[in-house]
Nanobody, 119 residues
Framework: VQLVESGGGLVQPGGSLRLSCVAS????????MLWYRQAPGKERELVAG????????SYADSVKGRFTISRDNAKNMVFLQMSSLKPEDTAVYFC?????????????WGQGTQVTVSS
C-alpha cells in the first residue's frame, strides 16, 4: 500500500498550490479520502474529505471557500486545490485513505508534503 503526496512548496500569501496524492495497493474507489495537516508544535488536523464516489465533500471551517478537494478514481488520485493561502496554512499536508466495516477500520497514510506560505 502506498500513498504518495506531491505539489507542496513555498508560496506567497494569497497564492495557490495544488496538492496531489496517488494511491496504490488497495481498492482506491472504495475508500474515503482525506487531507490532514500538521503545523510545527500543533496536533494534526483534518482539512478536507471526500467520499468514495466523489459526490460528498467536507471542509474544516478554516479552509472553507479557499480549498477544494477532488478525486479521480480512474487514476487513483486525490487532489487538494488551495487558494488564497495564508501563513497559518503552513504545515505538512498528509493524504489519508479510510474505510470501515462493522468490525474493522482500514486506514493508510502518506508521508506528507510541506507547504510553506511566506513572503
Amino acid at each position: 500500500v502506498q500513498l504518495v503526496e506531491s505539489g507542496g512548496g513555498l508560496v506567497q500569501p494569497g497564492g495557490s498550490l495544488r496538492l496531489s496524492c496517488v494511491a496504490s495497493g488497495f481498492p482506491f474507489s472504495s475508500y474515503n479520502m482525506l487531507w490532514y495537516r500538521q503545523a510545527p508544535g500543533k496536533e494534526r488536523e483534518l482539512v478536507a474529505g471526500i467520499n468514495s464516489a466523489g459526490g460528498i465533500t467536507s471542509y474544516a471551517d478554516s479552509v472553507k471557500g479557499r480549498f477544494t478537494i477532488s478525486r479521480d478514481n480512474a487514476k487513483n488520485m486525490v487532489f487538494l486545490q488551495m487558494s488564497s493561502l495564508k501563513p497559518e496554512d503552513t504545515a505538512v499536508y498528509f493524504c489519508n485513505a479510510l474505510t470501515m466495516t462493522l468490525e474493522t477500520k482500514y486506514e493508510y497514510w502518506g508521508q506528507g508534503t510541506q507547504v510553506t506560505v511566506s513572503s
